[in-house]
């Protein structure tokens, strides 16, 4: 639990980014729950509401200890927050499995909501503060690196977990047995970057990359008060909210569309659509992040907000026209998707420097947490109420794809209303220093 060492002489930056992956990649089994879904619901006699439970508290509670654990985050060092992930992260598992096992659901709501959520929100922060601090030239590229395991980490844990199931059994014995497979191997898995991370040395400068000194630098609790905190959030909300509005509704949505077609979409197809959005969203996390160290955040943001306000047009005009054309409006606009969060870190950076960036991150993570629920309830309550007033196929989604690109055009503007944070905000230098020498071992 102690600070890690400060890197020796001669240490590679390049090793920090797999530390931080180990994590990333194990926290984002978030993505693959559904795949436990069916097996609780038939072994506890639950409904798909209530088999939801776990994720979505889960998902709350990375929001809450993202922006109420960022400080501490930044004050202890990224060993110190990895560990706090791990353990929390595992003992979720570890919990869980106690409750499938004895056949008590609310365990396993406790366990992996609200336990293991912890273990998510802390996770997810960890690493970026001291990426940055390694990467001052590539910031998009190594927070990019991290971020793209959250997106990645279904694509290994839901096959995996698909297969312990069906070796294991899909009754409470073997939902149990699957939960402690997972709870022990990731808390191995997790363990490597605990041990493998290191932070810069306290004068700012490497082997392997420049130093950061003179640069801006902002306190969390300052960050709050500047208009381009608040902007930002306005732009991250606006971009997941599109993005999940389609990724939460992928696979009913591409069937509605082409329902009445000469070649209506197979079950099987939808389900290999659900997967190329799922690769859109990894691959945009590492290509368009380390495509803003080249153009700059801003206009990585304009690409995403105004290209993605347009994908969204031609899906509302011509969608039903062609499937390829609808294929790639929606990779498109999930590319965005996972873009937006791997470069939402760098662009705190730039605006509020690397001293608290990490519980800055934490708070604006809220933003996650409010499209979470924002975009699933357009999408969802919308097309309820059109087929209950008996419309059907693309006339579901016209009304909510709509208010998309609406809100995508308030973010493109809320993101041409940033500047450069007023010099009244900044932590003058000599404040820096204790916090390097907090990284360093007692």
Not at 24 to 40: C, D, E, T
Not at 122 to 151: C, E, H, N, Q
Request: glycine share 12%; hydrophobic share 50%; net charge neutral.
């Amino acid at each position: 639990m102690s600070s890690p060492p400060v890197a020796p002489p001669g240490w590679s930056r390049w090793l920090v980014p797999p530390a931080a992956l180990s994590v990333h990649l194990s926290i984002g089994q978030a993505y693959a729950w559904s795949v436990f879904k069916p097996p609780l619901e038939s072994a506890l006699h639950l409904d798909g509401t209530q088999s939801a439970l776990p994720f979505q508290l889960a998902i709350v509670m990375l929001g809450l200890s993202a922006a109420f654990g960022g400080t501490l985050v930044e004050r202890n060092g990224p060993r110190w927050a990895m560990t706090v992930a791990l353990v929390c992260f595992t003992s979720g598992f570890l919990i869980s499995a106690l409750g499938a096992q004895t056949q008590q659901y609310w365990l396993i709501v406790l366990g992996y909501g609200f336990v293991g959520g912890i273990g998510l929100g802390i996770g997810y922060i960890s690493p970026v503060s001291t990426l940055m601090k390694w990467f001052p030239d590539r910031p998009g590229m190594a927070t990019g690196i991290a971020i793209m395991g959250f997106g990645g980490g279904a694509l290994i844990a839901s096959p995996w977990s698909a297969q312990m199931l069906e070796s294991f059994g899909t009754d409470h014995h073997g939902i149990a047995l699957a939960f402690l497979v997972h709870g022990l191997a990731y808390a191995v898995f997790m363990t490597l970057g605990v041990l493998l991370v290191r932070v810069p040395r306290p004068d700012g400068r490497t082997e392997s990359g420049p130093g950061t000194a003179g640069s801006v630098q902002v306190s969390a609790r300052s960050a709050l008060r500047t208009p381009q905190f608040w902007c930002l959030w306005v732009v991250l909300c606006t971009n997941v909210t599109a993005g999940i509005g389609i990724l939460e509704k992928a696979a009913p949505m591409i069937t509605d569309f082409f329902a009445d077609s000469s070649t209506p979409v197979s079950v099987s197809a939808a389900a290999g659509f659900v997967a190329l959005l799922s690769a859109a969203n990894m691959a945009g996390r590492i290509g368009w992040s380390s495509t803003s160290d080249l153009i700059g955040r801003k206009n990585i943001y304009r690409v995403y907000l105004g290209v993605g306000a347009l994908m969204y047009l031609v899906l509302a005009l011509f969608g039903d026209t062609s499937k390829p054309l609808f294929v790639l409006c929606a990779l498109v606009v999930l590319s965005f998707y996972g873009g937006g969060f791997a470069t939402v870190p760098a662009y705190l950076k730039d605006l509020f420097g690397t001293y608290q960036v990490g519980a800055i991150h934490g708070r604006l993570l809220t933003a996650w947490s409010t499209a979470g629920v924002l975009g699933p309830l357009i999408v969802n309550w919308i097309a309820d109420r059109q087929e209950a007033a008996g419309k059907d196929g693309p006339a579901l989604y016209g009304l909510s794809f709509s208010i998309m690109i609406g809100l995508l055009l308030v973010g493109f503007v809320a993101n041409e209303l940033i500047r450069p944070v007023h010099t009244r905000h900044h932590v003058p230098a000599p404040k820096e220093a204790p916090d390097a020498q907090r990284e360093q071992p007692a």
